[in-house]
């Protein structure tokens, strides 16, 4: 089946400092998608991407739908100790009613006060 | 809006024995979906349901899981008998239209013993 590979895994920075995780796919997709799950929560919906090429910001967030369309990355700037969590990418290739989300593994923020 | 509500939110079994879990979607959504979070991975899709017909369940192990959505608002995943690789956090999730992101719930941390 599909997979993603999101990298990096984990990531330690200083407050303030910016934050670059990216995300890669052996297929295409029509949607890109970034959530972030907080601890015994589930994920939430930071930035749906839905056009090859297209670049979002919501906030201090940036995201960017690839060219090939098998890659995004998601840029946050300035950090502050609420973004800690774990970040994923999701690439959703719709076919009639069929919405799948495919997960990558996920990237494990941590910002240091 | 009021969320995705899940119950329960902890559940702990011993392998071999059955467990259900229940999810009530947002309002007036009608695609329905349960993924399956093991520990340090992404969700992985189990089943989508639109209204109350399944619209992929090719990643449901169905000698041992099974799910309905009657009356295409509430629905139950149910497993029967339990293993020890089904120790993962069962999150629901809803959408008005699949290609906009879900809303997912906070989830049932099941640990199988």
């Known amino acids: 089946g599909q997979q993603l590979n999101q990298s990096p895994q984990s990531m330690f920075i200083q407050e303030g400092e910016d934050v670059s995780m990216n995300c890669t796919s052996s297929?295409?997709?029509?949607?890109w998608l970034w959530y972030k799950q907080d601890p015994g929560e589930g994920p939430v919906l930071l930035i749906a991407l839905y056009k090859a090429g297209e670049l979002t910001s919501n906030g201090r967030l940036t995201a960017q739908f690839g060219i090939t369309r098998k890659d995004s990355f998601l840029n946050i700037s300035a950090s502050i100790p609420s973004d800690v969590g774990i970040y994923f990418c999701?690439?959703?290739?719709?076919?009639?009613?069929?919405?799948?989300?495919?997960f990558g593994k996920g990237t494990l923020l941590t910002v240091n006060p | 809006e009021a969320g995705v509500a899940q119950s329960p939110r902890y559940k702990i079994i011993e392998k071999r024995q059955s467990v259900a879990f229940w999810c009530n979607p947002i309002s007036g959504h009608a695609t329905l979906y349960w993924y399956q979070q093991i520990l340090g991975q992404g969700p992985k899709l189990l089943i989508q349901f639109q209204n109350n017909g399944v619209v992929d369940d090719s990643q449901l192990p169905k000698d041992r899981f099974s799910a309905e959505r009657l009356k295409g608002v509430d629905s139950t995943l149910k497993i029967q008998p339990a293993k020890l690789e089904d120790s993962a956090v069962y999150l629901c999730a809803s959408s008005l239209t699949g290609n906009y992101g879900y809303t997912f719930g906070s989830g049932t941390r099941l640990t199988v013993v």
């Open positions: 297929s295409i997709f029509n949607t």
């Open positions: 999701a690439g959703q290739l719709s076919g009639g009613s069929n919405y799948k989300l495919t």
